[in-house]
């Protein structure tokens, strides 16, 4: 067996080996989540490797998180790797969310995670829209609905520009009143803070700011590792929408992750439905995310849908425990919203 742990700039060169790796399975995102309490630690094989991420309980528990991963092929020689290392951390359980779209490879899940269960609640949207940007940029605008080229078009006339910022505070203000406007759970400042202080030096993210005449319209930030984007937070004002400064950004972040080497962008959340349930009904609903599917549609690309989680329950009686408090904690935000 290989040596369970690897350090920050072993880890990286390795995933040097895996272009298609996700952001969530770096080094720098373990960094990232340390500062909110969690650890992490690194398995491999021959053809694969897997950052898990812990959180700590008290009596020594804790509850275990591989996001999209593992890494690689052949995931059935590392898997009883990360079990061996739950059970040394004291893992409650461990939800696995595979870095995989639909149509899975027939029985890859069951094949590889024999013992696990399909788990349907996961902490990482499922269902997202790819764009494909191996393609230039009258393609790429070809390929968006009318009105959203329309809308990029309109907010270049009425003189909304885009340029890179380092506005952290604004960018948050403006998430707040993005908040409160679409009804959705916001972290701390410092976490927001922590992630571009990581990756923005790293030339892996890009704080956006849609402005006219100096005056902050629109933020977003974007997301870069390797071959791949994505667009994980945004936020606008209530005063100046008519001014279509989201779309504009939209466009100016594809352009940047393009011109970084991604051959994808990466929406990154639409509601869990069928496209045929998306289209009939993303007129009529706004809750949840809903009303970003409406937004998001318009910008072409594709439909994907990432493979289920799968879980490995250590304790059983903690973990239904766990299940109730989350079920409360999400009544309680749905009772909030």
Same mark, same amino acid.
């Given at each position: ?19 298609q ?59 009883p ?53 191996n ?8 390929a &968006? ?22 506005? %952290? ?5 403006? &998430? ?9 759970a ?34 977003? &930030? ?21 001014? &279509?400064?989201?779309? %504009?950004?939209?466009?100016e ?7 970084? /080497? ?6 990154? /959340? ?23 599917y409406?937004? #998001?549609? /318009?910008? /072409? ?18 973990? #239904? ?17």
């Amino acid at each position: 067996m290989r040596r369970a742990y690897l350090e920050d700039a072993d880890w990286d060169e390795l995933l040097e080996s895996f272009p298609q790796a996700h952001l969530m399975q770096t080094a720098g995102w373990a960094e990232f989540k340390a500062d909110f309490g969690w650890s992490s630690a690194r398995v491999r094989s021959k053809n694969a490797c897997a950052q898990i991420l812990f959180k700590s309980l008290p009596l020594g528990l804790s509850i275990a998180y591989l996001p999209k991963g593992p890494v690689g092929e052949n995931w059935n020689e590392l898997v009883p790797q990360i079990d061996q290392l739950c059970r040394a951390r004291g893992a409650v359980f461990l939800q696995v969310e595979p870095d995989l779209f639909e149509p899975l490879p027939e029985e890859l899940l069951e094949t590889s995670f024999a013992d696990f269960k399909r788990e349907e609640h996961t902490i990482q949207p499922r269902r997202t829209i790819l764009i494909d940007l191996n393609r230039d940029e009258e393609q790429l605008l070809a390929a &968006m609905k009318q009105k959203t080229r329309y809308n990029i078009r309109l907010a270049e006339r009425k003189g909304v520009r885009v340029r890179q910022s380092s506005d %952290l505070r604004g960018f948050y203000r403006m &998430m707040q009143t993005t908040a409160r406007r679409d009804g959705f759970a916001l972290h701390d400042f410092s976490y927001y803070q922590r992630v571009f202080q990581i990756f923005e030096p790293r030339g892996k993210c890009s704080l956006l700011e849609a402005h006219l005449d100096n005056q902050a319209l629109a933020y977003l &930030m974007v997301f870069l590792h390797r071959e791949r984007s994505w667009y994980f937070y945004g936020a606008s004002d209530d005063e100046s929408r008519n001014l &279509m400064p989201t779309y %504009l950004l939209q466009w100016e972040a594809m352009r940047w992750a393009k011109e970084h /080497g991604a051959a994808v962008y990466d929406l990154w /959340g639409i509601p869990d439905e069928d496209e045929d349930v998306l289209e009939r009904d993303f007129t009529s609903r706004s809750d949840g995310l809903w009303g970003v599917y409406r937004f #998001k549609r /318009g910008f /072409g690309g594709r439909m994907a849908r990432s493979a289920p989680a799968v879980i490995k329950v250590y304790r059983p009686l903690l973990y #239904k425990a766990y299940k109730f408090y989350r079920a409360q904690k999400q009544a309680g935000l749905d009772a909030a919203s």
